[in-house]
């Protein structure tokens, strides 16, 4: 490792979500960067998170925390509706940003996250952490590779059981829905297949069903998808499914690639391949997707190593959503105004 990146990182968190100790809290951890600072709207919450996580402090507020000389990153976490406004603030603060996905809760809302990035000159990025596993790496350089022939079908499937009803991601107001939450990494997973389609994919259709008792709310929603060189994409999501399941089927003239859990793949590392010498799996390790994300962001920040992903990658994300949305005959999810 170069010098400059053996500096720890300085880290301030936004909130005390559950997904914040596996996410960040173990892999600075075990890379060694600090985590200096947390605030949380209930400071009983944040001071329980600081206690359990080795965090150095508690602030007061998420202003507090922005306002925080020693906090040069910022990690965010919140429900998605919070997601847009509280980067734009860290941007506008002088900080890193390290921003749970979407990056906001529409196009219009993310074109104004890429537009604060520039002129901060920080590093900002989208949390889309199973590109960094070799996973995914994997699949990409078997794509790459020609083995399995021409880029003709590529399916991807995140779904989960439901959360319960009170949980923000039912929440329109807060930005919720099955695709803010799981199908952005359906979504994303066919767009950074683009380097071996012709191009980036464009919708075809949509079609989604709405949650019970949560009006303007996608429950599931199916997306179909057309690459220029003519392979085709099935991007789903379901919120409410009889299963964890985080699949991706890359099929070609000459065979397929399959991941089967490849959002997280610490739990399920393998990749099977399948052509006409025969099938094999590969295992690629079950180290998590989210230390690898956070050793790349530190090296970008740290040393200026390049990023598969930045601001213009979150606007192209979010623009796709906003359509799948519209095509299903939902809304885009609506902006969440934060007091002074």
């Known amino acids: 490792m170069s010098e400059p990146a053996a500096q720890p990182l300085r880290i301030g968190i936004l909130g005390a979500a559950r997904i914040t100790e596996n996410a960040l809290v173990d892999p600075a951890r075990a890379a060694g960067h600090r985590i200096v600072a947390v ?93 960094f596993h070799p996973v995914t790496r994997r699949l990409h350089e078997i794509v790459a590779s020609g083995e399995l022939g021409e880029l003709r079908r590529v399916e991807t499937l995140v779904a989960i059981p439901a959360p319960p009803d009170t949980d923000p991601r039912w929440c329109l107001p807060l930005a919720g829905g099955a695709v803010m939450d799981l199908g952005c990494y359906s979504l994303h997973a066919q767009r950074m297949l683009a380097p071996w389609a012709g191009g980036m994919p464009r919708l075809v259709s949509a079609r989604g069903g709405e949650r019970a008792g949560a009006p303007g709310v996608d429950e599931w929603l199916d997306a179909e998808l057309a690459f220029p060189d003519g392979a085709t994409g099935s991007a789903r999501c379901h919120m409410a499914y009889h299963e964890l399941e985080m699949s991706c089927r890359i099929v070609g003239t000459r065979g397929e690639a399959s991941a089967p859990n490849f959002v997280l793949p610490q739990l399920d590392d393998r990749i099977v391949v399948r052509t006409a010498e025969g099938e094999r799996t590969e295992r690629l390790g079950t180290r998590s997707s989210y230390t690898y994300q956070l050793q790349a962001f530190a090296e970008r920040v740290r040393g200026g190593a390049p990023l598969p992903l930045d601001a213009d990658d979150a606007v192209a994300t979010m623009t796709l959503i906003d359509a799948c949305y519209r095509a299903a005959g939902f809304e885009p999810r609506p902006r969440t105004a934060i007091g002074g």
Request: net charge negative; no cysteine.
């Open 39 to 131: 605030a949380a709207r209930d400071r009983s919450r944040a001071e329980a998170f600081a206690a359990g996580h080795g965090v150095e402090r508690v602030v007061g507020s998420y202003a507090d925390l922005l306002a925080d000389p020693e906090v040069e990153v910022v990690y965010n976490p919140l429900a998605n509706g919070l997601h847009g406004p509280w980067n734009l603030a860290a941007l506008a603060a002088g900080k890193h940003v390290l921003s749970e996905k979407p990056s906001a809760s529409n196009a219009e809302e993310a074109a104004e996250v890429r537009e604060a990035a520039a002129k901060a000159g920080t590093v900002f990025m989208e949390a889309f952490h199973y590109l």
